[in-house]
């Protein structure tokens, strides 16, 4: 991912140096932390939603306060703030204590007046039950794999109208605080340089140290979204996301009418269509009058060549047609 992130209409020039250094030494780590993603990974759902993402060539994000997971933001902030606290509880030269007010250890990060995340998810594990059951129609939708590699060219795509980013999920709390460790060690050592040298000289010093919270605040926002509770851990979550900060956000924003916040994350943009290299059939419908509802469909669109796989998960009852 480029240091500009995935937010939707921010310019690199529209950050200072220091904030787009850390934003890169960011991204870089947790490449280095997630490893390589498998090939091919998985987004569970229904029939109809097959028709929408394919018609459109677009996944649906829903915003991260919507999620399943209700605690998630929640969770990894708590996780922050108590490394800010130790942090606090160490620091012995007065360029460190300045660094951590109420106002640093006690934000809001997550606050939706910031930023808004919007996030899909995919998973690395094909032909999952759990995930047959939870997310594609109680076993009666599908499962569309997408190329890994053609998601990652998205995510250092440079010249894209919707930036997007592409990351493993951390479950391990200790995974967790290690890397918040690193980011707000990684932040103070800069921080507190700069507040010795410049903070008695700034015009406003209180507006002096807004901007290198704001440097922290950002940095971290960056990977709330990124770590849930250790429970999921067997989703082998990927995901897609999209952030939209204040007085930035481009993109349309969809809500009400009994559905959830979202925002549709276009995937043809490199190369003008889906980055789709399989179709998998759930346990429930996985049968001959479902694969030829979808071969058919998938012929008319121009994906005639996107092989379609039935679930081979042994399910009592009679499988039914695809509700497509």
Not at 6 to 35: I, K, P
Not at 51 to 72: F, H, P, Y
Not at 190 to 205: G, H, K, Q, T
Not at 266 to 278: A, E, M, W
Request: proline share 5%; charged share 20%.
């Amino acid at each position: 991912m480029k240091a500009g992130a995935y937010n939707c209409g921010v310019t690199e020039d529209q950050f200072d140096e220091s904030l787009l250094a850390l934003r890169a030494e960011v991204e870089e780590r947790w490449r280095t932390s997630q490893g390589t993603p498998p090939p091919i990974v998985y987004h569970y759902t229904s029939g109809a939603a097959l028709k929408g993402i394919v018609g459109s060539g677009r996944l649906w994000a829903t915003v991260t306060s919507e999620l399943n997971d209700m605690s998630e933001l929640l969770r990894a902030t708590e996780v922050l703030k108590g490394t800010l606290n130790r942090h606090a509880k160490a620091a012995a030269l007065p360029e460190y204590q300045v660094l951590f007010p109420p106002q640093v250890t006690e934000f809001d990060y997550p606050r939706s007046d910031l930023a808004t995340t919007f996030v899909a998810s995919l998973s690395g594990t094909e032909d999952d039950l759990p995930q047959w059951s939870m997310y594609a129609d109680s076993f009666r939708g599908v499962a569309l794999g997408f190329d890994s590699k053609s998601l990652l060219a998205l995510d250092a795509g440079e010249d894209i109208s919707q930036p997007l980013g592409f990351f493993a999920m951390s479950y391990s709390q200790t995974d967790q605080e290690a890397f918040f460790d690193w980011l707000v060690t990684r932040w103070e050592r800069e921080a507190s340089a700069a507040a010795a040298r410049d903070l008695r000289r700034a015009d406003n010093p209180i507006l002096y140290m807004a901007h290198w919270f704001g440097n922290l605040a950002v940095g971290a926002l960056s990977v709330l979204a990124r770590m849930k509770s250790h429970h999921f851990r067997h989703e082998n979550e990927w995901r897609l996301a999209h952030l939209h900060t204040r007085g930035h956000a481009d993109c349309r924003v969809h809500s009400g009418h009994g559905v959830k916040t979202h925002v549709d994350l276009d995937l043809t943009q490199l190369t003008d269509s889906l980055p789709l290299v399989s179709i998998w059939l759930a346990p429930g419908v996985a049968n001959d009058e479902s694969e030829a509802v979808v071969r058919k469909f998938l012929n008319d669109r121009g994906y005639g060549h996107v092989p379609i796989k039935r679930s081979e998960i042994p399910l009592r009852g009679t499988p039914q047609a695809l509700a497509f």
